[in-house]
């Protein structure tokens, strides 16, 4: 079975400075890796997502993630925060064995002006 | 184009009665899922449709929960006597591809009480 770990439920971060949000996964077989971000009272948006090839991918809003396989790890950085990239952020993992997305919790970013 | 539309917005009712949540995915996609979070927690897969056909329903909680997905169009999620534990967000999700790559686009999810 395949699962997600987001170990912090909160990030805060102070505009401008770099953000990183954490993920590690457990999954039998080659992983799918998504990140989705929802703000206040919308849907699941899709940020980026990780199949395979080059270990760092980049993404919607200028948000990238590094494909860690030795630590099984899947970190959501951004170089430089702004206030309106507060939201809470989910990691996903698919096995390549099915079709469903296994969410983590969910982790809510801050970024304070 | 339009986005994946989920109906209602909010629900609440009493312990025991009927809900049916309704979702449209985007034009032209075959695949369908159901998710639901409950407060604070992971966002559980529910089930997947392809068209019309139930791919994997291995995350319906019970037999309280019936989905369908009549012509392979809209799909409805009745839950029927509804639970205390049955409150939650339900999101509905749909997506083109068939393999396992593509992203899936998320509705805003239908919010369920039950008192």
């Known amino acids: 079975a395949q699962s997600v770990a987001q170990p912090e439920d909160q990030v805060n971060v102070a505009e401008g400075n770099p953000l990183t949000v954490k993920c590690t996964y457990s999954v039998s077989g080659n992983p799918y890796l998504f990140w989705y971000v929802q703000y206040p009272n919308r849907g699941l948006q899709f940020l980026l997502k990780?199949?395979?090839?080059?270990?760092l991918v980049k993404g919607s809003y200028g948000f990238e993630a590094e494909f860690n396989k030795s630590q099984t790890s899947f970190h959501l950085k951004k170089p430089s925060a702004l206030v309106s990239d507060s939201a809470l952020y989910f990691c996903a993992v698919r096995a390549d064995s099915g079709y469903a997305l296994n969410f983590g919790k969910g982790t809510s970013l801050l970024v304070t002006p | 184009e339009a986005g994946v539309t989920q109906f209602p917005s909010h629900s609440v009712i009493e312990k025991g009665q009927t809900v049916t949540l309704r979702c449209d995915p985007i034009?032209?996609?075959?695949?369908l899922y159901w998710y639901r979070r409950v407060m604070g927690k992971e966002i559980k897969f529910l089930l997947h449709?392809?068209?019309?056909?139930?791919?994997?329903e291995s995350g319906m909680p019970n037999n309280r929960f019936l989905a369908e997905r009549t012509g392979g169009t809209y799909s409805t999620l009745k839950v029927q006597p509804a639970e205390l534990e049955d409150s939650g967000v339900y999101f509905c999700?749909?997506?083109?591809?068939?393999?396992?790559?593509?992203?899936?686009?998320f509705g805003e999810g239908s919010r369920l009480t039950v008192l």
């Open positions: 034009s032209g996609h075959d695949n």
């Open positions: 990780y199949i395979t090839g080059d270990n």
């Open positions: 999700a749909s997506s083109q591809l068939t393999g396992k790559t593509g992203e899936l686009f």
């Open positions: 449709f392809v068209k019309e056909s139930k791919q994997d």
